[in-house]
């Protein structure tokens, strides 16, 4: 019988967590423990470390790893595993990680070790597409920036779109990467009347209303709005920089809420300070949180949010429970 060591955290509560893994004790001895942290703010603040560095850079408590080192199978959310963790816990053959993203597990060392690594695709998709759609809305027709305005005060029309703001009818919105996140955009964007301009290298062929496949510079040089939404991998650093970023239309708009790795951060403050772009919405930085003194926090032509797009209660909760079925799939069939 395989021992399950499932760690919760203060996104993943340990009670939502057992009752959503309880239909594997019949297949394993299962056994749910907790990462601590004070705050949502202190979890998210560790994840950032391990996604800027890796899971070595953030230490998990004596008590915590020896439990996991005990582990046949790991189902995790953010906790990281290191090399030293993965070299200590002997008997460990797979680990569930509960997102799409791998960063807090030290991959090299678990291919080493024969042990098999299995994510969560799709599982805050809607969460990322909703906010995106609404990040786009927000930029093009000043909502935060008039919202800011009068909250300080000021009844404000003068924004930098003034006389310029777009409706979206028509309108050909560039999608850089077009897995999930950008399909659930494409059907969100559809009944405002827009045409979809997609680049995906993994792709041949789209089936979508509204969208061609197309190079990535045809779409930067004909999109209205452009949106990433590649993944982050050592191929796809800077994917959009300076020449990127000179290559799309005067007065287009580019939106990244996937990964602050896929864009030259300061091109683009380059970009919006001429005036090239019309503006930005970003929800992923560099840097984060971002510091007072940072260059964007002074720009006029902005929307900018402390990394939220995922960050829903459908997103989390439901994650356990979408990754059972292939739990139950390996601790069955040795498949997913």
């Not at 827009?194 to 290298?201: G, K, S, T």
Request: aromatic content about 6%; overall charge negative; charged content about 20%.
């Amino acid at each position: 019988m395989e021992k399950i060591i499932a760690v919760s955290d203060e996104l993943i509560p340990q009670n939502a967590m057992a009752e959503s893994l309880f239909p594997l004790k019949k297949l394993s001895d299962v056994e749910v423990t907790h990462w601590e942290h004070e705050t949502v703010a202190d979890l998210q603040a560790d994840n950032i470390r391990v996604e800027q560095g890796g899971p070595a850079q953030v230490r998990l408590s004596p008590e915590l790893q020896k439990k996991m080192a005990e582990a046949t199978v790991l189902v995790v959310h953010f906790t990281p595993i290191d090399r030293e963790l993965l070299i200590r816990a002997s008997k460990l053959k797979a680990i569930f990680v509960l997102r799409a993203g791998l960063e807090n597990v030290d991959l090299v060392t678990a291919a080493e070790k024969g042990i098999e690594v299995f994510n969560l695709t799709g599982r805050n998709a809607r969460a990322v597409a909703e906010f995106t759609v609404g990040l786009m809305l927000a930029e093009t027709k000043n909502i935060a920036r008039s919202h800011q305005s009068l909250k300080a005060g000021d009844w404000r029309k003068d924004f930098v779109s003034e006389g310029q703001v777009i409706e979206f009818n028509h309108r050909q919105i560039g999608l850089v990467g077009f897995g999930k996140i950008g399909q659930l955009i494409t059907e969100l964007l559809t009944p405002f009347g827009c045409q979809f301009l997609i680049y995906d290298p993994y792709l041949t062929t789209i089936k979508a209303p509204n969208a061609k496949l197309v190079s990535l510079d045809e779409l930067l040089s004909q999109s209205d709005i452009v949106s990433i939404h590649a993944r982050a991998t050592p191929e796809t650093y800077h994917l959009i920089g300076q020449s990127e970023f000179e290559m799309m239309k005067q007065g287009a708009y580019f939106i990244n809420s996937a990964r602050a790795h896929l864009v030259d951060e300061q091109a683009l403050i380059q970009v919006l300070k001429s005036g090239h772009l019309m503006g930005a919405a970003l929800d992923v930085f560099e840097q984060e949180p971002l510091p007072e003194s940072h260059p964007l926090l002074a720009l006029d032509n902005v929307t900018l949010t402390a990394h939220l797009a995922g960050t829903t209660l459908d997103a989390f909760g439901g994650s356990p429970r979408l990754m059972l079925p292939k739990i139950q799939g390996w601790l069955s069939k040795g498949e997913v």
